[in-house]
């Protein structure tokens, strides 16, 4: 998936506005143009807004909703949001939503690619598929070569999902680089509760 992004530069009469929630001082939005659309993604700028959706919830079953840890493997770099606004911004690699289908179909941070955790659990011809999109390349001793693997970040529910972890447990047990993979623990709950932008993807044809 083709990306292009681009931070936008804060209008002098926007940025002035005495309401306007920023990102950060100075940067009130991001566009990212992804698939043919272009998204812009900002806080939320209602006084008074609040979570109302699944992810105002405060208790889940577990298993399997467990609190997982900061770090989702040994190596591994967790992301906050300015990070993961930096990575997009700036190409650094694949954006992915580790999630089922199920949860990313209803609500999604704009530009990220859809790769379910299970698809990397089994050797299929799915999960060889997907590798290589991602830069991993067959030996002739049928070994996965990472040398030209891309970064990836990856995300899912939050602090509880286990979706993403397993996901990067996954990929590391085949032999994938752990500086070339990122978490962004967060997820959609912590998104959404600072009031970042999130898109309802469309189901490809």
Same mark, same amino acid.
């Given at each position: 998936m083709k990306m292009k992004i681009v931070c936008a530069v804060a209008l002098t009469s926007y940025a002035l506005h005495a309401d306007v929630v920023e990102i950060v001082k100075g940067m009130p939005y991001v566009y990212v143009e992804a698939n043919? !659309?272009?998204?812009?993604?900002?806080?939320?700028?209602? #006084?008074?807004?609040?979570?109302?959706?699944?992810?105002?919830?405060?208790?889940?079953?577990?298993? #399997?909703?467990?609190?997982? +840890? *900061? =770090?989702?493997? #040994?190596?591994?770099?967790?992301?906050?949001?300015?990070?993961?606004?930096?990575?997009? &911004? =700036? &190409? &650094?690699?694949?954006?992915?939503?580790?999630?089922? +289908?199920?949860?990313?179909?209803?609500?999604?941070?704009?530009? $990220?690619?859809?790769? +379910?955790? !299970?698809? *990397?659990?089994?050797?299929? +011809?799915?999960?060889? $598929?997907?590798? &290589?999109?991602?830069?991993?390349?067959?030996?002739? %001793? %049928?070994?996965?070569? *990472?040398? %030209?693997a891309k970064t990836l970040l990856l995300y899912c529910n939050g602090a509880w999902c286990g979706q993403s972890p397993t996901a990067i447990h996954a990929l590391r047990k085949l032999g994938y680089p752990a500086e070339k993979l990122k978490y962004y623990r967060g997820g959609m709950q912590s998104w959404q509760l600072l009031g970042l932008s999130t898109i309802v993807p469309q189901k490809e044809q």
């Open positions: 043919g !659309k272009t998204y812009r993604i900002q806080r939320e700028q209602k #006084p008074g807004s609040y979570l109302t959706n699944t992810y105002a919830l405060t208790s889940r079953p577990s298993p #399997p909703f467990f609190i997982q +840890p *900061f =770090h989702a493997a #040994p190596g591994v770099e967790t992301f906050g949001e300015l990070e993961l606004l930096d990575f997009i &911004k =700036h &190409k &650094k690699g694949v954006f992915i939503d580790a999630r089922l +289908p199920n949860w990313y179909y209803k609500a999604a941070i704009p530009s $990220a690619r859809n790769i +379910p955790f !299970k698809i *990397f659990l089994t050797d299929t +011809p799915e999960r060889e $598929a997907v590798l &290589k999109s991602l830069g991993v390349k067959r030996t002739s %001793g %049928g070994k996965y070569d *990472f040398s %030209g």
